[in-house]
C-alpha cells in the first residue's frame, strides 16, 4: 500500500449554522457559504496583532508545539500504518531525495544523481560529512542496507519497493539471492541502483529516509525483521529533530539535532500535543499550541482571523477522501449497485455542508491541481436518485414491505466503517438518509481511526471511509486499486491493472497524461470506491515563531528547521 490512509487534518471544535441546518433534512441554502468574494486566498495571511500572543505561549522559551492527531507509535518510516506516525517520522528523518512546494524532486542528502539515458540506472551522490543523530556516519552502505530491507521477504510495510523494479529485488526476496544484485557501492558517498526497467516513480521510491546499518541492521539476516521491529519505539535518525519521549494520549517529544545536515535547528525544542477535534481549536486559542490544521471552512477562519495572532495558511491538497467498497460482499460484487450508491449519495451537499467554498466533490482519485486531472473526461455521478434506483431495480434488487431493497431473501443493509472527524459526522445522516430514499439501510459504526484500520484490515466491513496521505505522482492515488494491493476491498480488475503498469513505465509525463486519463474512465465505470471530495488545507501558526511554510508536498515538517521564536 503506498498511499498511506488516514483521518483528515485535525478537525475545529463546532459546526457552522449551515451543517446543523442541512443535517436535519431538506433543502436548505446555505447562508454561511463563503461568497467568490469572501474566499480567502491560497497562501499565508500574517497575523494582524501579535499582541493578542496568549500568555502561556510566552512562557514557552525554547519549545514551539504542533497539533496531532491518534499517533500510534511506530515512529519507523518504513513501518508505520498510520499517516500520524508518518508525521512523527517526518520529524525524525531526512530523505535521500525531497520535493519542493511544487511537487518536484530535489536534493535532500543527496546532493546529486544522474539517470542512465535508457532510464535503468540512477547514480545518487551523498553529501559529504553526513551523519545519524547520534554522529555516526551516513554513507552509502546505509542506502544499500535500507533498500535492501524493503526487499525482504519478511518487509510489509506501506512502501511497495518492487515498484521500483531493482534488479535482484525480486531474487532476493525469494530466497534465490543473499544479495539485491541491483544495488552497488561505489564509494561511501555513492551508490549505484540498477533497475530492470524505466519507472516514473522510481526515483522517489529509492529516494526515501535512510536508516542506519550499524543500529537496524545488527544481525540482520535475510527474512529476518525480528531485531529491527524492537527499535520502532526508539528511533535513530538524521532529520532535524531528535526523539526523546512518546506519552500516549499527550504528547511526543524531540530535541534539536546537532548533527543535522543543514545545521542545527535554531529552535532547541519541537513538541508533538495530541489534539482531537473538541480541543484543537481551544488549545491553539490559549497558547497551549503554536500550530495546527482545521477545516477549511469560512466559520473557522473567521474564528482564526478574531484571534489576532495566528498566521493564518490556506493552500490546495494533493488528497482525496473517499468511501471504500468491500466489492467481495456479495451485494457489493455488483457494479450497478456500486454506481447507484454514488448516484444516490448528495455528495455536492456534503462538500457544501464541510467545506463551504474550500473544497471541490472528488471525481477522480488525484486532486485538480495534479497534471494528470481531467475534469471532463469521466462520469461526475451528479446526484440522481432516479439514476440509482433503476440502477438498483436492473440489478434485481426490489423494494421490500418497509422500503429497503431485498434480494434473494437478503436486505440491503450495508454497514460503514468511519473514525471521528467533521466529514463523517456529516457524511453519516447525509448518507443515511440519501440511501434510504433509494432502498438502502446504512449502519454506521464509528471507532478510532486505529481500530478502523483494524478492522477493515480483517474484512470485516462493507463500506469504509478515510482520506489518503500527500500522493505526490498520479500513480499514488490508483496503487491501492491495482489487483494485489486490494487484499482488503478485493478489487480486481485487469484493464485497471493494465493501466496502472503502463502509466508506472512511461517516464514522459505527456505521454502518461492520456494512459490516467483511460484509467479514470475505467474506474468510473467499475468504482472501487465513492469519491467524495478534494479539499483546501487550513493550518494557522502563533505569531510567537515565524519560519512555518507548509505546502501540500511537505506539510509543517518541511519547513521545520526554519522555524524560530520570536524574541
Known amino acids: 500500500m503506498t498511499r498511506l490512509l488516514r483521518s483528515l487534518s ?17 433543502a436548505v441554502a446555505f447562508s454561511s457559504l463563503a461568497s467568490a468574494d469572501d474566499v480567502l486566498k491560497e ?49 525524525i528523518f531526512s530523505r535521500l531525495i525531497d520535493w519542493d512546494s511544487q511537487g518536484k524532486l530535489v536534493p535532500g542528502l543527496a546532493e546529486s544523481w544522474t539517470v542512465s539515458p535508457d532510464g535503468k540506472v540512477y547514480t545518487i551522490k551523498l553529501r559529504p560529512n553526513l551523519t545519524f543523530s547520534d554522529g555516526s556516519p551516513l554513507t ?72 542506519s546499518k550499524a543500529y537496524y541492521g545488527k544481525n540482520y539476516q535475510r527474512g529476518n525483521l525480528d531485531y529491527l521491529r524492537t527499535l520502532h519505539g526508539k528511533p535513530l535518525g538524521n532529520g532535524p529533530y531528535v526523539y526523546d519521549k512518546y506519552i500516549p494520549g499527550q504528547e511526543i517529544r524531540f530535541h534539536a539535532n546537532t548533527h543535522f545536515w543543514r545545521g542545527t535547528p535554531p529552535t532547541p525544542r519541537f513538541i508533538y500535543r495530541v489534539t482531537n477535534p473538541s480541543t484543537n481549536f481551544q488549545l491553539f486559542q490559549t497558547g497551549e499550541t503554536d500550530y495546527d490544521a482545521f ?3 469560512p466559520d473557522d477562519i ?59 466533490v472528488a471525481i477522480e482519485p488525484i486532486a ?17 436518485p432516479a439514476q440509482a ?74 463500506l469504509a471511509s478515510f482520506s489518503t496521505s500527500t500522493l505526490n505522482d498520479p500513480h499514488d492515488g490508483v496503487w491501492d486499486f491495482y489487483s494485489t494491493e486490494a487484499k482488503e476491498s478485493g478489487y480486481n480488475n485487469p484493464e485497471v491493472d493494465k493501466l496502472i503498469n503502463e502509466g508506472n513505465a512511461t517516464l514522459d509525463v505527456e505521454k502518461r497524461k492520456p494512459i490516467y486519463h483511460q484509467l479514470y474512465k475505467v474506474l468510473a465505470d467499475d468504482p472501487p470506491v465513492i469519491l467524495l471530495g478534494n479539499r483546501k488545507i487550513l493550518s494557522a501558526s502563533s505569531a510567537r515563531v ?13 519547513s521545520l528547521p526554519d522555524v524560530k521564536i520570536v524574541k
Do not use: C
Not at 433503476?390 to 437478503?410: F, N, Q, S, T
Open 546 to 558: 515565524t519560519g512555518f511554510k507548509p505546502d501540500i508536498y511537505n506539510g509543517l515538517t518541511g
Open 389 to 462: 434506483k433503476k440502477l438498483l431495480d436492473e440489478a434485481g434488487w426490489k423494494p421490500g414491505a418497509d422500503g429497503i431493497r431485498v434480494k434473494d431473501g437478503k436486505r440491503l443493509e450495508l454497514t460503514l466503517l468511519v473514525s471521528k472527524k467533521v466529514l463523517n459526522d456529516a457524511l453519516i445522516p447525509i448518507a443515511k438518509e440519501n440511501w434510504q430514499q433509494i432502498g438502502v439501510q446504512l449502519k454506521p459504526q464509528v471507532v478510532d481511526f486505529n481500530a478502523l484500520m483494524a478492522q477493515r484490515k480483517s474484512g470485516n466491513y462493507d
Open 140 to 211: 552509502a552502505e546505509d542506502v544499500a542496507f535500507t533498500l535492501t530491507v524493503l526487499s525482504d521477504p519478511q518487509y510489509d510495510g506501506a512502501i511497495d519497493i518492487t515498484l521500483a523494479n531493482i534488479a535482484g529485488g525480486a531474487e532476493y526476496k525469494a530466497g534465490k539471492a543473499d544479495s539485491v544484485s541491483g544495488l552497488k557501492v561505489i564509494d561511501p558517498q555513492t551508490i549505484e541502483v540498477t533497475t530492470t526497467q524505466p519507472g516514473a516513480t522510481t526515483l522517489a521510491k529509492i529516494g526515501g529516509p535512510v536508516l
Open 43 to 91: 497562501g499565508i495571511t500574517p497575523a494582524t496583532d501579535a499582541s493578542q500572543i496568549p500568555a502561556a505561549a510566552k512562557q514557552r522559551k525554547d519549545a514551539v508545539v504542533a497539533g496531532i492527531s491518534e499517533p500510534q507509535g511506530i515512529f519507523n518510516p518504513y513501518f508505520f500504518v498510520n499517516g500520524w506516525d508518518e508525521n512523527v517520522t517526518n520529524v
Open 10 to 26: 485535525t478537525q475545529p471544535t463546532r459546526f457552522t449554522l449551515a451543517l446543523h441546518i442541512a443535517l436535519l433534512g431538506g
Open 302 to 360: 473567521e474564528q482564526l482571523k478574531l484571534l489576532g495572532f495566528a498566521n493564518i495558511n490556506l493552500y490546495g491538497s494533493s488528497d482525496y477522501s473517499e468511501v471504500e467498497f468491500n466489492v467481495r460482499r456479495p451485494a457489493l460484487k455488483e457494479v450497478k449497485v456500486r454506481q447507484a450508491l454514488i448516484y444516490g449519495l448528495d455528495r455536492q451537499k456534503l462538500i457544501d455542508v464541510v467545506y463551504q467554498g474550500y473544497g471541490t
Open 295 to 297: 477545516t477549511s471552512r
Open 368 to 384: 485538480p491541481i495534479s497534471w494528470a486531472y481531467n475534469p471532463d473526461g469521466v462520469n461526475p455521478y451528479k446526484y440522481d
